[in-house]
């Protein structure tokens, strides 16, 4: 996850250079943070769930942080090609409503710009986030492997 997430912080670099570009992106920079099993209590250990992965090697527990985002969090396009354009969220306000409106033609050119910078290899999607700032993102790749369980 931490890795997929450097990888579309190099594309979005490389998709806000260019003159084009109407709107930048950008990525939270998350954090892996290894913990010692001696250090855990016994309940966690035991876990094995969504926020938690033991390595394979060494089995220790590994967290994926990131910094927490202000804002109305929202979807834009999924991993199987479906765009929210129209996912009003009730509760916000117009302008909040608006802003969304007006980044799913961003998320969706950011999208087809990966596919075409990465010569067919990758997509990337999945796109969700406050605004600009995009997190969790997931990358297809031609192969299919690698890169988290969604591709």
Same mark, same amino acid.
């Given at each position: 996850?931490?890795?997929?997430?450097?990888?579309?912080?190099?594309?979005?670099?490389?998709?806000?250079?260019?003159?084009?570009?109407?709107?930048?992106?950008?990525?939270?920079?998350?954090?892996?943070?290894?913990?010692?099993?001696?250090?855990?209590?016994?309940?966690?250990?035991?876990?094995?769930?969504?926020?938690?992965?033991?390595?394979?090697?060494? %089995?220790? =527990?590994?967290? +994926?942080?990131?910094?927490?985002?202000?804002?109305? *969090? &929202?979807?834009?396009? !999924?991993?199987? $090609?479906?765009?929210?354009?129209?996912?009003?969220?009730?509760?916000?306000?117009?302008?909040?409503?608006? %802003?969304? =409106?007006?980044? +799913?033609?961003?998320?969706?050119?950011?999208?087809? *710009? &990966?596919?075409?910078? !990465?010569?067919? $290899?990758?997509?990337?999607?999945?796109?969700?986030?406050?605004?600009?700032?995009?997190?969790?993102?997931?990358?297809?790749?031609?192969?299919?492997?690698?890169?988290?369980?969604?591709?």
């Amino acid at each position: 996850e931490a890795m997929a997430q450097c990888m579309c912080e190099e594309f979005a670099v490389n998709y806000n250079a260019t003159p084009q570009t109407p709107k930048k992106v950008k990525f939270i920079v998350c954090h892996v943070v290894e913990v010692d099993m001696t250090n855990l209590p016994p309940i966690v250990i035991a876990r094995n769930g969504l926020l938690t992965y033991k390595t394979q090697d060494t %089995r220790e =527990v590994v967290f +994926v942080m990131e910094p927490l985002v202000r804002g109305a *969090f &929202t979807k834009y396009n !999924s991993n199987f $090609g479906e765009v929210y354009d129209n996912s009003m969220d009730r509760n916000a306000t117009e302008s909040v409503n608006a %802003r969304h =409106v007006g980044m +799913v033609p961003t998320a969706e050119a950011f999208s087809h *710009f &990966t596919l075409q910078e !990465s010569g067919g $290899g990758m997509l990337v999607c999945d796109l969700q986030g406050v605004n600009e700032v995009f997190t969790d993102p997931q990358i297809h790749t031609e192969m299919g492997r690698g890169l988290g369980m969604g591709n």
